[in-house]
């Protein structure tokens, strides 16, 4: 109780200074040079909008929901939305005539593909790299293509359609 009391009469008598203080000649002491408001506020006023703006941005560049796709991560919603002699048409002319798959490999990931659904796939990189090195040196690429089919189309009809189609990869 005392201590409030005290503050209390400490500011009594701060503020009873700064009212009772009047300068004892009324004469004002002319400046040396005037400055107008608008030559030092416009500056300070762009540089305050510039670096605040610079601070959104690399705060929005550093959020790691920044690079988070938007969309769904499948781009094929059902497999009727395949043609696959256009498909077939596509990669041999893209990867040449001898163009195959590994039908295990792609239906694995397939599979996998379809029950993450629109979450996001954990994928074992560990895994694919493991037998992406036992593929014969020929054969890498198409071990790849495999599993890119696989996880990004995530139709295991596709892959069978492919192996239907004599595009499987002699082991």
């Known amino acids: ?8 009469f400490v500011f009594l008598c701060l503020h009873a200074m700064i009212f009772l203080d009047r300068p004892t000649s009324s004469a004002a002491q002319q400046p040396i040079f005037e400055l107008p408001v608008e030559l030092v506020g416009f500056p300070i006023i762009i540089v305050a ?12 560049s550093l959020n790691p929901n920044t690079y988070v796709s938007k969309r769904a991560r499948r781009a094929i919603a059902s497999d ?13 002319s893209e990867l040449g ?7 295990k490999v792609c239906l694995h990931h397939a599979e996998n593909a379809r029950k993450s659904g629109q979450q996001e796939l ?3 990189w560990n895994e694919i790299f493991s ?17 890119f089919l696989g996880d990004f189309i995530g139709s295991t009809r596709f892959c ?10 002699a082991d």
């Open 1 to 8: 109780m005392k201590i409030r009391g005290l503050m209390f």
């Open 49 to 60: 909008v510039r670096l605040s703006n610079f601070v959104k941005k690399l705060a929005y």
């Open 80 to 92: 009727e939305m395949i043609n696959m002699i256009e498909a077939e048409k596509r990669l041999v």
């Open 97 to 103: 005539e001898n163009v195959c798959i590994y039908p």
């Open 122 to 124: 954990v994928v074992d």
């Open 131 to 147: 037998n992406y090195k036992q593929s014969k040196e020929n054969q890498k690429e198409f071990y790849l293509l495999s599993v």
């Open 160 to 169: 069978n359609q492919l192996a239907k189609r004599g595009r499987t990869c």
